[in-house]
């Protein structure tokens, strides 16, 4: 007999749990359905009583997900410790959010955690963290009074815990694990970072429980660093599939291909929830390469900015110098630069060298769903590569000495504007497997 599974919650907004739910279904061939129902406030109590005889199962999402306790008969022991329930079977609560965490297998054991925010996701992994005989867990979260009730609330179930609070302006860079649980950095407002970057430097793992972008602004930080981290695609997976798991225990999970669903979504992801890669770099990094190859590899789109306005101008860039001055190229590539992030569909953009040293362009970038992509490269690699700079306008006159001038003035610039650095000086192929695997793409 069909199936018919839900999602309440307001507002919805683009969901991606039908898209998770319908596609685990159909390969463990549950005949079902999976509809997403937007119930305003004032609706849930009469909306409640028709989903209970109406639905199989149904997952909830915010706001109610404490508020739905008052409608069950029962909940589950883990559920009644986070007091909140992201899953329904047959009037009972349950809060898979945990099963996804753990599946992600973060490493806690003596640690010394940061866990920001203090809400539900914070929660979720505050207990997990403490199951795992965490060290020290320090939270930081804007209101300090929903910290210390958090803190207050653990000491009941974990008395002897190790908990503190502490703001954002008095964070160390001293903890071994750092855990996302606000929703700074979440599309479409990619460029928002909970914490600066430095927090992040003496860390071994960061894990962010936003999964959308496939790479937030922390979890690039942190590639950039070498510091191993995960988005949290796969926790949003995992409470899926334990919610299907609740629903139908009779069903062979085992054929799901886990892999294959996880990039599938992946890629579902990137491409309805389209981001900008934007590469930057000295003259000569390889920014036009690296961009048409990685765009290749990705399946987008690639615009090169310099290429653009050469057409558009009829003349190469040094004539656009020469002829009509700096600013009037600076004009040209500040357009085609808007025009370039106002379209919705993900791409690569390659910009100039001196494109993101304009702090309004990188702001420009960021506003727009747009990652800073930091090219790398040793000033000898450039200069073999450059040559006589014929074409480079600002290396006119004595080039190697102004080219090293300006690679030292730009190159402090490139490295704090970046979202993620690639080391530049390899081969194409393994430029783009840095920048694809800092996306996890
Ligand atoms: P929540 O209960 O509303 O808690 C959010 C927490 O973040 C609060 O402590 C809030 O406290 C803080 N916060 C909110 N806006 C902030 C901002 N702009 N800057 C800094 N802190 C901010 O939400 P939640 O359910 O815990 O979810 C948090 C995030 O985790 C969301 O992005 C959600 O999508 C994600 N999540 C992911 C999964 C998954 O499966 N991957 C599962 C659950 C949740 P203050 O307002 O005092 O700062």
């Known amino acids: 007999m069909k199936k018919h599974y839900g999602l309440i919650g307001h507002p919805l907004g683009h969901t991606l749990s ?102 539900g996701a914070a929660r979720v992994m505050l207990y997990e963290a403490l199951c795992e005989k965490a060290g020290r867990i320090t939270i930081c979260s804007r209101r300090v009074e929903q910290a210390n009730q958090l803190i207050a609330e653990t000491r009941q179930y974990y008395p002897d815990a190790d908990l503190c609070f ?53 979890v690039l930080a942190a590639r950039s660093y070498r510091i191993k981290a995960q988005s949290g695609l796969s926790m949003l997976f995992f409470q899926a599939l334990e919610a299907q798991k609740i629903w139908n225990p009779e069903t062979d999970f085992t054929q799901l291909s886990v892999l294959i669903q996880q990039y599938k979504l992946k890629r579902k992801l990137f491409m309805t929830f389209p981001i900008k890669i934007v590469l930057t770099g000295f003259m000569g990094c390889g920014k036009t390469t690296v961009g048409s190859a ?87 690699n450039i200069l073999s590569r450059v040559g006589d700079a014929a074409d480079r306008p600002l290396l006119k006159g004595a080039a190697r000495e102004r080219a090293i001038e300006l690679y030292e003035q730009r190159m402090p610039v490139y490295q704090s504007v970046a979202d993620f650095t690639a080391e530049a000086d390899g081969p194409v192929s393994d430029v783009v497997a840095q920048i694809r695997g800092a996306f996890d793409l």
């Open 166 to 218: 502490c703001a954002k302006e008095e964070l160390g860079h001293d903890y071994d694990v750092v855990l996302n649980a606000t929703p700074t950095g979440m599309w479409p407002h990619c460029d928002g970072i909970p914490v600066s970057k430095e927090v992040l430097l003496g860390a071994e793992y960061v894990f962010d429980a936003i999964y959308n972008p496939p790479a937030s602004r922390l």
């Open 294 to 380: 990685l765009a290749k590899a990705l399946r987008i789109d690639f615009i090169d900015l310099d290429v653009q306005i050469i057409e558009k101008k009829q003349k190469s860039i040094v004539q656009i110098f020469e002829e009509e001055g700096e600013p009037v190229f600076r004009r040209l590539e500040r357009e085609f630069l808007t025009e370039a992030l106002q379209e919705g569909k993900a791409k690569v953009i390659a910009t100039g060298g001196g494109a993101l040293i304009d702090p309004e362009n990188v702001e420009l970038v960021r506003k727009k769903q747009g990652f800073i992509i930091f090219l790398a490269t040793d000033i000898e």
């Open 18 to 119: 039908p898209y998770i739910h319908r596609q685990i279904m159909k390969e463990c061939h549950i005949d079902g359905t999976y509809q997403a129902y937007d119930v305003p406030p004032d609706l849930l109590e009469k909306k409640m009583l028709s989903f209970a005889k109406r639905l199989d199962g149904f997952n909830v999402t915010i706001p109610y997900k404490e508020t739905i306790l008052m409608y069950l008969q029962g909940t589950d022991q883990e559920t009644q410790i986070y007091g909140a329930v992201n899953t329904v079977c047959s009037g009972r609560g349950y809060n898979t959010d945990a099963f996804g965490f753990r599946a992600c297998r973060v490493p806690l054991e003596r640690r010394s955690v940061l866990l920001l925010g203090a809400g």
